[in-house]
């Protein structure tokens, strides 16, 4: 396991405090569950963009078509 040290606002830390007191769990935990959230939904945003962008591909002609009406 790592330990990191991290520089927060301290308007962040408080809501991140208050979230965590709310939830019933420590700092940390809450950290932790935030950053693998972001983590998830980058990989679901990378996801996304690779299909629309394959979508775009196989379909160019089509949309061209399309742009042109």
């Given at each position: 396991?790592?330990?990191?040290?991290?520089?927060?606002?301290?308007?962040?830390?408080?809501?991140?405090?208050?979230?965590?007191?709310?939830?019933?769990?420590?700092?940390?935990?809450?950290?932790?569950?935030?950053?693998?959230?972001?983590?998830?939904?980058?990989?679901?945003q990378?996801?996304?963009?690779a299909?629309?962008?394959?979508?775009?591909?196989?379909?160019?002609?089509?949309?061209?078509?399309?742009?042109?009406?």
């Amino acid at each position: 396991m790592t330990t990191l040290s991290l520089r927060l606002p301290d308007e962040v830390h408080a809501r991140l405090v208050a979230v965590a007191e709310a939830e019933h769990i420590s700092l940390n935990a809450a950290l932790v569950q935030a950053a693998e959230q972001w983590i998830a939904q980058r990989a679901r945003q990378a996801v996304f963009t690779a299909a629309v962008d394959k979508v775009f591909e196989e379909d160019a002609a089509l949309f061209r078509r399309l742009a042109d009406t």
